[in-house]
């Protein structure tokens, strides 16, 4: 994505940092507005964050890879923030128009070519009429744009040659004051002779049909808050940057980046609907299971040699653990189910499983410093039992934001963490 100052002067890709496609010195200054960089890397990924909203069940979409946001199969977007207008002549379409009829960029395979800016047509723009012309009348117009381009460049040079027959002084100044000019082709014009240029005809032909031009797009701001009043209505309002802030996290990682950049259309509505869960004003419905079947379940598994099972053999507890399996099979069910809703993440789960093993420790601490050293065996296994009903008859924490937890979930938790091999964090 390029992205251009109020006086018009081009900054450098942010994605061109990214990769080091710059060889900038390690020491030295940089030439750029490092903020303005930043604005428009947001800029690119929150336009690819409103595309990923329209995929489809097989779309992948990419960033950068292909273009700045690619559909594939369907769209190629160009994103471009500008504070100028878009002329006839403007660098920002030309440019646009030749990267894509370049041998290596295979536009056939999209069937739209989009450029998306934030300029507003030129007062006098014939481009601004793009979308009602034909194929036809669009590559008329692209000659006639180029036509007046050369006659202007024929007239820059006749003016030089009338200078150049008159004599300059020592400091190669004219008569007139006037130092010599040089009547190179400008850089737009360049690409204006690339992209009608003949042996590219065929392929300019293919592309105007396709070509959209989407202008007066908002900026950064602007595209955020448009976002919002679209997307994030069931989000509380005080929420909603933090929302924005795990998408952002979500699209920007290190291994989206590292490993190709692509997101699934079943991935991003996952994440989507993991995050309107986590931020959705009001509460959740706890999935809600067939408690018979997971009892039944657990009466028929032989789970003695499970470290739970153990542990709760040891305290002389072998009627709990009947108990403690239907717990944890309990558990392991609701979690799956949640996770397959997408209302919430293996992070969340993961969170709710340390809260609930450092308040396990906490309590345990306590009881264990009131222990009498004389106490037997039986009366330490006494205690312990006791410890344990009263640590699994105490009321759920709330999990995120549901309406209840049930106790089968917060006690199943206590089991998952007794279960895992030995480590400092097992209960």
Same mark, same amino acid.
């Given at each position: ?21 710059? @060889? ?53 977007? @160009? ?137 007066? *797009? ?113 558990? *392991? *069910? ?94």
């Amino acid at each position: 994505m390029d992205l251009f100052d109020q006086d018009g002067e081009r900054i450098r890709s942010p994605w061109s940092i990214v990769f080091s496609r710059l @060889e900038v010195a390690v020491n030295a200054k940089l030439d750029f507005d490092a903020t303005k960089l930043s604005e428009a890397l947001k800029y690119q990924i929150h336009v690819a964050i409103n595309y990923c909203h329209t995929l489809e069940k097989h779309d992948v979409l990419w960033i950068e890879v292909f273009g700045d946001v690619t559909v594939e199969g369907r769209d190629q977007v @160009e994103v471009k923030d500008y504070s100028d207008s878009l002329t006839d002549g403007h660098e920002n379409f030309w440019n646009t128009l030749n990267n894509w009829l370049k041998p290596d960029f295979y536009h056939q395979q999209y069937a739209n070519l989009v450029l998306l800016t934030t300029q507003e047509f030129g007062e006098r723009a014939s481009l601004k009429d793009w979308e009602r012309l034909d194929p036809g009348e669009r590559l008329a117009a692209l000659e006639t744009i180029h036509e007046a381009a050369e006659a202007r460049f024929e007239k820059a040079k006749q003016s030089k040659d009338d200078d150049d027959k008159r004599e300059p002084n020592d400091e190669g100044v004219v008569d007139g004051g006037h130092e010599r000019k040089s009547a190179a082709p400008s850089k737009v014009l360049k690409l204006q002779r690339k992209v009608l240029a003949i042996d590219t005809r065929e392929s300019l032909l293919e592309a105007l049909p396709k070509i959209k031009i989407v202008t007066e *797009q908002p900026d950064l701001l602007g595209l955020i808050s448009a976002y919002k009043t679209h997307y994030l209505k069931g989000i509380q309002p005080h929420r909603m940057d933090s929302f924005l802030d795990d998408l952002f996290g979500f699209m920007t990682s290190a291994l989206k980046i590292t490993g190709g950049w692509r997101f699934t259309a079943a991935e991003f509505d996952k994440k989507f609907a993991e995050l309107t869960a986590r931020y959705l004003i009001g509460t959740l419905k706890f999935p809600r299971l067939n408690s018979d079947d997971v009892e039944m379940e657990a009466a028929e598994m032989n789970v003695h040699d499970r470290l739970f099972a153990m542990k709760l053999d040891e305290i002389g507890g072998e009627e709990f653990i009947l108990q403690a399996t239907a717990d944890l099979l309990h558990a *392991q *069910q609701y979690i799956a189910e949640l996770v397959k809703d997408c209302t919430t993440s293996q992070t969340d789960i993961e969170d709710y499983k340390r809260n609930q093993l450092r308040m396990h420790r906490s309590s345990r601490s306590s009881v264990m410093g009131k222990c009498d050293s004389t106490l037997t065996h039986a009366q330490l296994q006494t205690a312990s039992r006791a410890f344990y009903d009263e640590r699994c008859g105490e009321s759920a924490d709330r999990f995120s934001t549901y309406d209840f937890t049930p106790i089968e979930f917060r006690n199943g938790i206590y089991h998952m963490l007794a279960d895992e091999e030995p480590r400092e964090r097992l209960i």
